[in-house]
């Protein structure tokens, strides 16, 4: 009886945070990107959707939704364990809970949960096959055919192996140059994507020291940031 009981227990739905909705601040001062502010995490991973519509965001515990341009946000998904990706495939959303770098890219993989009600209930996902869900981090490509790429900057520690983490910055490469974005926000970038509409979102982390022009780690319980860019991009 006991191990009927626990295969049934397997197969239940994992149940999303029922938390009430959070009213967020939107900064639309700069002339190109609007701010997103997601009440807790910390720092933004990834988002999957649209922001016309309905989008998720990922901070390394926790899963967010809006449907009012980010006007509030609705917890989704609490998790012990991170990093916390999300993938939209059709209708059906995916947790994603591991990052790594090839020679070229870095990647978000091993989907874990899944939803087809845009995160209120989650299920396990059990599939492995050749066609996994994955979803690549650090460049996304446009209809013209360049790319849009996180460049990574640091400077060396004196008298150390080590090196300071340094704001990131947005490049667009094309088959014949390599253009900066403009992006005037003082984060490490962790993920960048293009919707439908060709908007682009940049998800950040860290804290800005003007000083030093280091970036230091971000506090899990502070509010995180997301960016959408006003207008298409080529």
Request: include cysteine; charged fraction near 20%; proline fraction near 6%.
């Amino acid at each position: 009886m006991k191990s009927i009981l626990f295969a049934l227990s397997m197969v239940l739905l994992v149940t999303a945070c029922t938390k009430p909705e959070i009213t967020s601040n939107i900064d639309n001062a700069d002339p190109d990107w609007i701010r997103l502010t997601v009440p807790s995490g910390g720092e933004t991973l990834t988002v999957a959707g649209n922001l016309d519509s309905t989008l998720f965001v990922s901070t390394m515990f926790l899963i967010y939704r809006t449907t009012d341009q980010g006007r509030s946000w609705k917890m989704v998904r609490d998790r012990k364990g991170g990093p916390s990706g999300v993938l939209m495939r059709n209708d059906t959303l995916f947790l994603l809970s591991n990052r790594w770098n090839t020679t070229t890219a870095q990647l978000a993989s091993n989907a874990t949960e899944f939803s087809t009600d845009q995160g209120e209930t989650w299920q396990r996902y059990w599939y492995r096959t050749s066609g996994e869900p994955t979803k690549i981090l650090n460049r996304a490509k446009a209809p013209d055919r360049s790319v849009y790429v996180i460049k990574e900057n640091t400077t060396p520690v004196p008298n150390s192996s080590s090196r300071y983490i340094n704001p990131s910055t947005l490049l667009r490469v094309s088959s014949t140059d390599s253009i900066p974005v403009t992006f005037p926000f003082k984060h490490v970038i962790t993920a960048i994507q293009l919707d439908a509409n060709n908007r682009l979102y940049v998800t950040v982390y860290g804290k800005h020291i003007p000083e030093t022009n280091r970036i230091l780690s971000s506090d899990f319980d502070k509010p995180a940031y997301l960016y959408v860019s006003k207008r298409p991009l080529p």
